[in-house]
């Protein structure tokens, strides 16, 4: 009897040692003081297929997409795939009509997570026991990703990709795919029918654009934007030999110069903690190179916007609630980052670099080669071949500890380290970028802030450039207001602060110290009136009154369940002129769910002390559900 009890409890230890996790994976990594998206607890994490013992469908992808269905059909939930090596190489066609591995609403796909918690942008590695590999189409110089090989969206009959929410990937190390969940536009009958800049080539010009793969936007879309959806996670994983092929364009060796590894149109993003490593799949052909290292890493709210983007004026550029962290991505050319959002966190990225050389043996191919724009336009002096590190948009972003190298190309004319232009995006609207740091070992001298843009609330503070400079490369009908350029280690300031500015009259800097380049001279005076109150039910509006005319900045703090230890949440621009794009308010998205929070402001000079920190405020907590005050 003792035997039979002993085996049954032995029996029912391995059971429970297999059993699928059911825990949120965000909450359970991001457990600290930075705090997590409460959006991500109302994924039906409990609500768990375990793909490895899955009976139905007789490949891989059949067995995703009926295990998709049927949680699609529940509401949602979890596709586990324990570690192990999982092929989807025998996808269906891959033709316009094809697809990927399309999520419909509610569905995450969920691999086993290492052991501890290593963060992604210390070493690029993660080790990852989940591993997913896709097909590759070769020819005689070598092998691309095939057009399909994607995490994409699978909107329901008569709706788009806008109306797919809470959907994402952790834990899973992909070898020659990409991540794309797009936005809609009001897509054209076909490609060829669009009116687009592109409109490609043979059978992908009838394609039918949807917004499920990243070319619609620029080859079958129309000049409006129409919308996006809500929750989107990336977290944990690994993507290896990664591009969009772009066969549709030429013939099918150079890759889509506008295809990012990582594309996410949609509010309430969390990016955090993955990995884009250095390929080794890289060819010579015709004389110039099939470079997975040479396209955009990562792409949210931002460069696919360009076809209905409205002057800066497209709603998608202001999604609520971007959070990209700890993330690595390697890149040769192109941008590491495309990033744009509202009350958008971008933290301890870094983008690692080979400077961008025509001819330079930087995969071991030797030095046969030509820089090119696109696979076929030889690039010259004058050439954008996009080779900088971040580049923004939006309104009311933190930009704080991300670092980055060997910026720039040749030929070329671009190098730039963190930068907001108009062409690209939007002018800058309350934004704090805040001790991030260029290494250069090869390439430009780069620079951190904006160019010709309107900067309507610019902290440039405490950022470490030595070769570079910091600021706004402006002209005279430029506006300027609440802009501080504050303790930073750079070659250059832009305004110069010993060189007058010239202004037209009307200007908002007429009248006006601007830039700030250290603390006006007065009593710094803590804020006032701080306040907490719930924010659409998954954050917390912080407000306050300031009280001071001689501070910098300000640092927006938060404590969790009566701790006396205060994180930064957010640091935001002086608040001097009152400028209306820059209202003393920030939204924490990244609030424990169940905590209980209070938060204070400090208003700061440029010693960065607690000498002008606010009363907290009462605690106040997020549910699933709702917030509360308690």
């Known amino acids: 009897m003792r035997i039979s009890l002993l085996l049954l409890a032995l029996l029912l230890a391995v059971q429970l040692w297999a059993a699928p996790p059911t825990s949120n994976p965000v909450s359970s990594f991001y457990a600290g003081a930075d705090g997590y998206p409460a959006w991500t607890d109302q994924i039906k994490w409990d609500q768990v297929i375990d793909m490895s013992t899955y009976p139905t469908g007789n490949t891989n992808f059949e067995k995703f997409e009926a295990a998709r269905d049927e949680l699609a059909a529940k509401g949602g939930g979890v596709l586990y795939y324990p570690a192990g090596q999982y092929d989807f190489s025998d996808m269906p066609a891959d033709g316009p009509a094809g697809r990927g591995l399309m999520l419909k609403s509610g569905v995450v796909i969920r691999g086993e997570a290492p052991k501890g918690t290593p963060l992604a942008n210390i070493d690029g590695k993660l080790e990852l026991g989940t591993k997913f590999s896709f097909g590759f189409t070769k020819s005689a110089e070598g092998s691309r990703p095939r057009n399909w090989n994607l995490i994409g969206l699978c909107p329901e009959a008569g709706k788009g990709v806008k109306d797919v929410n809470n959907v994402g990937i952790a834990w899973v190390e992909l070898t020659g795919a990409v991540i794309y969940f797009g936005m809609d536009v009001n897509w054209g009958k076909t490609w060829a029918g669009s009116g687009s800049w592109k409109s490609g080539k043979g059978e992908w010009a009838q394609r039918v654009p949807d917004g499920t793969h990243p070319a619609d936007p620029f080859h079958g879309g129309g000049n409006t934007y129409v919308g996006m959806g809500s929750g989107r996670l990336v977290l944990g994983c690994e993507l290896r030999d990664a591009a969009v092929a772009g066969s549709y364009d030429g013939d099918g060796k150079f890759m889509d110069h506008f295809g990012p590894r990582v594309g996410i149109y949609a509010s309430r993003v969390f990016v955090a903690n993955n990995v884009l490593p250095k390929s080794k799949r890289n060819f010579l052909y015709n004389g110039v190179m099939f470079d997975y290292g040479d396209t955009c890493g990562m792409d949210i709210n931002h460069d696919l916007l360009g076809w209905v983007r409205d002057n800066g004026n497209c709603p998608g550029y202001f999604a609520e609630g971007v959070v990209v962290r700890n993330n690595w991505v ?301």
């Open 330 to 630: 390697y890149n040769h050319g192109h941008k590491g980052y495309n990033l744009s959002g509202k009350w958008t966190v971008i933290a301890d990225n870094h983008n690692e670099r080979d400077y961008l050389q025509s001819g330079d043996d930087v995969y071991g191919l030797g030095r046969n080669w030509k820089l090119t724009l696109d696979g076929s336009s030889v690039s010259k002096g004058a050439s954008d071949n996009l080779a900088r590190a971040y580049d923004l948009a939006g309104k009311d972003l933190w930009v704080d500890g991300n670092t980055f190298n060997n910026c720039g190309s040749d030929p070329g004319n671009d190098g730039e380290g963190i930068l907001c232009q108009l062409h690209g995006g939007t002018h800058i609207y309350s934004w704090a970028i805040t001790h991030n740091s260029y290494d250069k070992q090869r390439g430009e001298d780069s620079y951190i802030g904006g160019y010709d843009v309107n900067c309507l609330g610019l902290l440039v503070g405490w950022n470490n450039i030595p070769s570079g400079f910091v600021g706004n490369a402006l002209k005279a009908s430029n506006q300027l207001a609440d802009f501080a350029i504050v303790g930073n280690r750079a070659r250059a300031v832009s305004p110069n602060p010993d060189a007058p500015i010239s202004v037209k009259s009307g200007d908002l800097m007429v009248g006006k110290p601007w830039p700030l380049y250290s603390a006006p001279a007065g009593k710094l005076t803590a804020p006032k009136d701080v306040k907490a109150e719930a924010y659409q039910q998954d954050g917390i509006k912080i407000s306050w009154v300031d009280t001071t005319e001689c501070e910098v900045a300000f640092r927006v703090e938060r404590s969790v369940n009566g701790g006396k230890s205060w994180g930064i949440i957010a640091y935001r621009p002086p608040q001097i002129q009152a400028h209306a794009e820059n209202p003393p308010v920030w939204i924490d998205f990244t609030c424990p769910t169940g905590s209980k929070a209070s938060y204070r402001v400090v208003a700061i000079g440029g010693n960065d002390t607690d000498a002008g920190a606010s009363v907290p405020t009462a605690p106040i907590t997020i549910t699933t559900a709702e917030v509360v005050k308690k």
